[in-house]
């Protein structure tokens, strides 16, 4: 069984930037982020392939968030940058148990979670 830590979240002020980490106990397929704010459905908002060459981005974040691994650390990291007060969410890091064709982005494809860090963008 894979487990995952995340670390990294806080309270910022809009325009601050995150570096959000997801360590991990072992080596994984795919590797990507969610979050998930009250009410709402987790959302796929940056994913990254095994090799590390394929990489997602949901469209609110892409151009302010980068998603990048280092394997030999088994770590996965969030660079979250101008961040706005709707970004404020429980941010999870999931892995797959295998390395899929396409980069997946949906919740089901991740069989492993981390235990979730909150991110709080006051206004």
């Known amino acids: 069984q894979v487990q995952l830590a995340e670390s990294g979240g806080g309270v910022v002020q809009a325009g601050d930037s995150l570096r959000l980490s997801c360590a991990t106990s072992?080596?994984?397929?795919?590797m990507a982020w969610f979050r998930q704010a009250p009410g709402k459905e987790r959302e796929c908002i940056a994913a990254i392939s095994w090799s590390g060459r394929a990489t997602y981005y949901a469209n609110s974040v892409r151009g302010r968030f980068a998603i990048s691994s280092d394997s030999a650390k088994n770590t996965v990291y969030l660079e979250m940058h101008n961040l706005k007060p709707e970004d404020t969410a429980a941010y999870y890091c999931?892995?797959?148990?295998?390395?899929?064709?396409?980069?997946?982005?949906?919740?089901?494809?991740?069989?492993?979670w981390g235990q979730g860090t909150q991110v709080t963008v006051s206004s």
């Open positions: 999931g892995a797959t148990p295998f390395r899929y064709a396409t980069l997946p982005t949906r919740a089901a494809d991740y069989r492993y």
């Open positions: 072992g080596r994984t397929g795919d």
